[in-house]
């Protein structure tokens, strides 16, 4: 699977957009990018995924860049229980493959 | 629509011996995954099973193991605990396609 990059941590004002970038410079074509979060001592949740057009559902939208190198996850007005830490994570889409965590973005909504 | 369901919540157990986690997954999701988090390491995989069969696996000692029942439910077991073993146990389930896990509220195990 591929690496990704993430910054260590970020801040956001309540009601802003937050916008969470991930770099993924070696993603192959096949493989797919998920976004999770993981609130304190709860399990990681998910939130999106995608492979290569932009996806929005309920909570968020995800925007690829069209060479597939880096996404940007955006949480259209961040409230204070996005406080969490968010995983970028690409994997080939066909189950069998395990999800590899890195260290994610702590991202922290202030009010 | 119950989501995974992890059992117990909270163990503590004694170095030396062994523990058994239980993971029942979503209705309908045949795949299911285990992870370990641990404050040092983050989140790493343990292993993956689907239809009963385990089909990917983490870097982990022997210690560590788990099979998946007909009904999918699956159990892991760790065995001689060590206290590197504290960590909180997290179980995973997907319909087996494209989508993505959904993870349940994990085991905290602390090994004293």
């Known amino acids: 699977d591929a690496k990704t990059t993430q910054p260590t941590s970020m801040d956001c004002a309540e009601g802003r957009a937050a916008n969470l970038p991930c770099n993924h410079s070696?993603?192959?074509?096949?493989?797919?990018v998920y976004w999770y979060r993981q609130i304190h001592s709860q399990g990681p949740q998910y939130i999106i995924h995608?492979?290569?057009n932009n996806e929005t559902n309920e909570m968020a939208s995800l925007i690829i860049t069209e060479d597939r190198k880096s996404s940007t996850l955006i949480l259209p007005h961040a409230t204070l229980r996005d406080t969490a830490v968010y995983y970028c994570?690409?994997?080939?889409?066909?189950?069998?493959?395990?999800?590899?965590f890195g260290p994610g973005t702590r991202l922290s909504v202030l009010p | 629509k119950a989501g995974v369901t992890q059992t117990p919540r909270y163990l503590i157990k004694t170095r030396g011996q062994q523990v058994t986690l239980s993971c029942s997954p979503i209705?309908?999701?045949?795949?299911v995954s285990w992870y370990q988090q641990t404050p040092g390491q983050g989140l790493q995989f343990l292993f993956e099973?689907?239809?009963?069969?385990?089909?990917n696996k983490g870097n982990f000692p022997g210690r560590f193991s788990g099979r998946q029942f007909s009904n999918s439910r699956s159990e892991m077991n760790v065995s001689t605990l060590e206290l590197g073993d504290s960590a909180l146990y997290l179980c995973?389930?997907?319909?087996?396609?494209?989508?993505?896990?959904?993870f349940g509220s994990g085991t905290r195990l602390t090994v004293v």
């Open positions: 995973a389930s997907s319909p087996g396609q494209s989508y993505g896990y959904t």
């Open positions: 070696t993603i192959s074509g096949n493989e797919y």
């Open positions: 995608g492979l290569k």
């Open positions: 994570i690409v994997r080939v889409g066909n189950y069998g493959q395990n999800f590899v």
């Open positions: 209705s309908g999701h045949r795949s």
């Open positions: 099973y689907f239809s009963e069969t385990q089909r």
